[in-house]
């Protein structure tokens, strides 16, 4: 079996994988880090983005031997000792997450928007920007206040 | 009980303590679980709508690389599993009841876990391969033979009603399950006869499906010493699933246990036990070995239960000032292929009339069953389809006789006088005020300064249309709840108690409530649900009950704490219990400074040698309950769209609701169960369908690119505001929250579109209203060729 070796969350990780592994496999059942989750089968519900070489990308549709050598930030990867990202901090302070089992994936998303999009994001482009994610818990109010207070606390932080 | 019951964290947005673990990816969902050794599992499913098994030939599949075992109904038959305990008819006692006209019982059917000579739908599992990864058992799966004998099959709801129906159970006289009148048709019948007005609404609240983000996984397990069996599976409450599945494992309750942390998503569509989680529990005894399975999203299209489905035909009688005189139709409600549940039609038909006065009803209330994957309750049983019918009927009714549609319900809509009130369902609505809801609804979604923005939109290009729906809802969920609180003295407060979240916020809402009444922090208390060897009593999160009875017995278990607690610190103290009195956390002696906490005196239950035995051992108390009085959610909705002329599309762009929740614990947790709710209305209203092919019966909407979600760029921030009037018929008040967003929501969108679609004089749009069906309304088309779904 061929082996792909890359950095995730700051860790150099090497492991032997069958080609068809995707990357959200190696993720989830590989290293454990079962934060990124799996929604769909077909692209559409964002519950699996994470960032490869800094974009936002989704781990299911993408092979782990596609990521070779790769630099992968997942979920696990953005609190530091303990803190909450600004973003993360916003989720929790605006309710912007019910059962959760979207949430990684949309704060992951969220982070890419800020990096594409800047700090200071109007509701609009929030919407629209989000369309790749899907949540069925919150009616999406919650997370767009999220988004726009955790991209304006990142700029202050 | 409501001035005892006030404190410092209940009615406060607290941010929820489950956050941490689960904005941090440490959250732990049903796929999360992977036990040592565990094998995987596929399930083979059936391609056709209805078909004999003639055979299945295993042999290639079992040379796959990687397959351990294939498991098929005749090997379930052989091993003598039992059928999944359904029970289709709801009894609780405050529900309208339906019996069968013919005095014969509901047509029931056993439901068996796998298949053994016949599929009744698409996507009925008939074998399980269990390989040592998911690749390998599909493709072992890949290489099972099974040899179908394709039979005719129905899948439309009335189509399958009616008597020459292809039949889904040949020992069935007919489709229909159950064929029940409820009313005073001579009384209804003289109603219509001298009305001014009779207007006529026929309608489809088509199928739709829960789509929870986290899909259904499942790991079972045996141990082969203890013959227990242990399954891992997210779900809408532990205690009844374990029951359900020793029901068809045929042993014993405690051979079985289930645990479960976090789930992701409900809303009805996990409120049943399931035929894979009780397939994998066998399988792992027959694999020696753990399996686990996980759904791909395809294949919860095709398996999750699903919901609504209900083909109405009404009829409102109206005199000459727009008074309701009576109401009479017909209601066939589209329950699958087993006899699973019946209460959506139950549930729905006893609030039909809504809030508003109605002096005289007669319906027919039928279920049939179909060729399709079955229903059950989703978010509100029955109801959002029933409020539609009524708010849109009130419209018709406003447009066809020329009355004002909000002085037409203002006239209609029931007083605080003229409550309690039992409506001629037989259901009785407790106290509310359901005028105030409205009026405040219309005023958050500025209903006076509508023409305003209606012209605006029109120098636009844009067609705008308001609605408003009222709406009742009801809570009779299962009835009995159990807590056992213990306080620990390491200063943390264990709350022991058998509902489930599948992301409403109990450990924060609960925590709200012991913590309040036994003076502790939030943070101290912690919450446990999901493990059946701990959790022995329980009923779920489902029926609006999370909140109505976990407060009853959260409320009496902690007095009781407090009570025994009392008699401790009057030991330590050294005096009478009734000096002493419980304030923030302290038990304090009147007249002097002395005072012990209640970790102390819990400490104390421990280890003082002199106490009565039943004060010994930490500070606890169990409180079981049963609760059959329901409390009724009530409220108005105001939603406004804008239609574009040209392509038919349709946006939401102002949407205003009041819900009443009796007493709020923690408005943060109620807006987002409103606003959450509103979305799944507005979802059906708008977008969803799950799109049965009535000449194949295939499953047409079996992926997210087939059946649309709302996503964030088509919803608006919502204003939601909560009203609380104290229900008199819950000790503390309550009423749920949970499915309020949601009930009202079909009727007001839709009412918002043929509104904008006034101008063309359109009476209607059916649901989901898509761009094609507005398109065609506005040019004075017939709607598009139907497959007949409905």
Redesign the interface.
């Known amino acids: 079996m061929p082996v792909v070796t890359m950095t995730v969350n700051g860790q150099r990780v090497s492991a032997e994988v069958e080609g068809r592994t995707l990357l959200v496999q190696f993720l989830r059942e590989h290293l454990r880090l079962t934060g990124t989750h799996v929604g769909c089968d077909t692209s559409q519900c964002g519950c699996c983005t994470v960032h490869v070489n800094g974009q936002g990308m989704k781990s299911c549709t993408l092979l782990a031997l596609a990521c070779e050598g790769a630099t992968i930030t997942t979920i696990e990867g953005l609190a530091v000792d303990g803190k909450l990202h600004p973003m993360q901090e916003a989720f929790h302070e605006h309710h912007g997450l019910q059962c959760g089992y979207c949430t990684p994936g949309m704060i992951m998303s969220a982070l890419d928007m800020v990096r594409r999009k800047g700090n200071d994001l109007d509701e609009s482009t929030v919407r629209e920007q989000l369309s790749g994610n899907l949540c069925r818990c919150t009616g999406y109010h919650n997370i767009v206040k999220a988004i726009q207070a955790g991209a304006a606390a990142m700029k202050r932080s | 009980m409501h001035d005892a019951a006030k404190s410092t964290h209940i009615g406060q947005p607290v941010?929820?303590k489950?956050?941490?673990r689960?904005?941090?990816?440490?959250?732990?969902?049903s796929?999360?679980y992977?036990v040592p050794g565990q094998a995987h599992a596929v399930f083979l499913r059936s391609p056709h709508a209805h078909a004999m098994i003639k055979s299945i030939d295993v042999k290639a599949a079992l040379e796959v690389p990687g397959v351990i075992m294939v498991l098929t109904g005749a090997d379930r038959l052989a091993d003598g599993l039992k059928p999944l305990p359904h029970n289709p008819m709801s009894t609780h006692k405050a529900e309208t009841p339906l019996e069968n006209s013919d005095g014969t019982p509901p047509f029931t059917a056993p439901h068996y876990p796998l298949a053994h000579d016949r599929a009744r739908y698409v996507g009925e599992a008939v074998a399980i391969v269990i390989a040592e990864s998911v690749?390998a058992a599909k493709d072992g799966a890949d290489a099972v033979e099974i040899d179908y004998e394709v039979l005719p099959a129905v899948t439309a709801t009335l189509a399958a009603a009616a008597p020459d129906a292809p039949k889904v159970w040949d020992n069935a006289k007919s489709n229909v399950g159950l064929d029940a009148v409820v009313g005073d048709r001579a009384a209804t019948d003289a109603a219509f006869k001298r009305a001014k007005h009779v207007v006529k609404f026929e309608t489809w609240a088509q199928r739709v499906t829960?789509?929870?983000?986290?899909?259904r996984a499942a790991v079972g397990a045996y141990d082969r010493e203890s013959g227990r069996y242990t399954v891992y599976a997210g779900s809408g409450g532990a205690v009844k699933l374990k029951q359900d599945i020793a029901a068809v494992l045929d042993v014993p309750a405690d051979k079985v246990r289930v645990l479960m942390d976090?789930?992701?998503?409900n809303?009805g569509t996990r409120g049943e036990v399931y035929p894979e989680f009780a397939v994998l529990a066998w399988a792992a005894r027959r694999a020696g070995r753990p399996v686990k399975w996980?759904s791909?999203?395809?294949e919860s299209f095709l398996s999750d239960y699903q919901g609504r489905d209900l083909a109405v035909s009404a009829e409102l009688a109206l005199d000459a000032d727009g008074n309701f005189l009576a109401m009479r139709g017909s209601n066939v409600s589209n329950a699958g292929a087993h006899t699973v549940s019946y209460a959506p039609l139950k549930k729905g038909l006893g609030i039909m009339s809504s809030i508003y006065r109605m002096p005289a009803v007669f319906f027919r209330a039928r279920v049939t069953l179909s060729n399709t994957m079955m229903t059950r309750p989703y978010r509100s049983a029955g109801r959002p389809e029933v409020m539609y019918v009524m708010e849109r009927l009130i419209d018709i009714a406003a447009f066809e006789c020329g009355f004002d549609r909000v002085e037409l319900r203002r006239r209609n809509l029931l007083t605080e006088a003229e409550l309690p009130y039992t409506n001629p369902f037989h259901m009785t609505y407790d106290n509310g005020d359901y005028h105030g809801a409205m009026d405040a609804a219309l005023k958050l979604g500025d209903w006076a300064g509508f023409a305003q923005r209606r012209d605006e939109a029109k120098k636009r290009g844009r067609l705008r249309g308001i609605g408003l729906a009222n709406y009742v809802d009801t809570s009779t969920g299962a009835p009995r709840e159990r807590t056992d609180i213990t306080v620990r003295a390491d200063g943390t407060v264990e709350v022991v108690i058998g509902i489930v979240s599948?992301?409403?916020?109990h450990e924060t809402a609960y925590a709200q409530l012991a913590g309040d009444w036994l003076g502790v922090p939030v943070e101290s208390v912690q919450l446990i649900t999901g493990d059946t060897d701990i959790v022995k009593v329980g009923g779920g999160a489902h029926g609006g009950r999370g909140m109505r009875m976990a407060s009853l017995v959260i409320w009496n278990a902690t007095r009781e704490i407090i009570k025994k607690g009392t008699r401790i610190a009057a030991r330590m103290l050294e005096c009478d219990p009734s000096m002493l009195k419980f304030v923030g956390g302290r038990f304090e002696q009147d007249g002097s400074e002395k005072s012990v906490g209640l970790f102390e005196v819990t400490k104390a239950a421990q280890t003082l040698a002199d106490l009565p035995e039943d004060l010994r051992g930490p500070l606890a108390a169990t409180c079981d309950q049963v609760h059959h009085e329901a409390s009724f959610p009530y409220g108005t909705h105001v939603c406004e769209v804008e239609v574009d002329p040209e392509t038919g599309s349709v946006q939401i762009v102002n949407y205003a609701a009041v819900d009443d929740v009796g007493r709020a614990i923690n408005p943060?947790?109620i807006?987002?169960q409103v606003?959450?709710?509103?979305?799944?209305g507005a979802g059906q209203a708008l977008y969803e369908q799950c799109f049965y092919d009535a000449a194949s019966g295939q499953l047409l909407s079996g992926?997210?690119?087939d059946y649309a979600?709302?996503?964030?760029?088509t919803?608006p921030?919502?204003k939601t505001e909560i009203s609380e009037v104290p229900s008199n018929t819950h000790p503390l008040g309550i009423r749920p929250a949970g499915e309020s967003?949601t009930t009202p929501a079909l009727g007001v969108v839709i009412n918002a579109v043929v509104d904008a679609l006034s101008e063309f004089g359109v009476k209607h749009v059916e649901m989901p209203a898509t761009p094609e069906r507005i398109w065609r309304a506005i040019h004075g088309m017939a709607p598009p060729a139907s497959p007949n779904n409905r």
């Open positions: 941010r929820r489950e956050d941490q689960l904005v941090t990816g440490k959250g732990k969902y796929d999360d992977c690749a829960g789509v929870t983000m986290e899909p976090d789930v992701g998503g809303f996980t791909e999203r395809q599948q992301g409403q916020g943060l947790l807006h987002g606003h959450g709710g509103i979305a799944q992926s997210l690119m979600l709302p996503r964030a760029d919803l921030f919502f967003g």
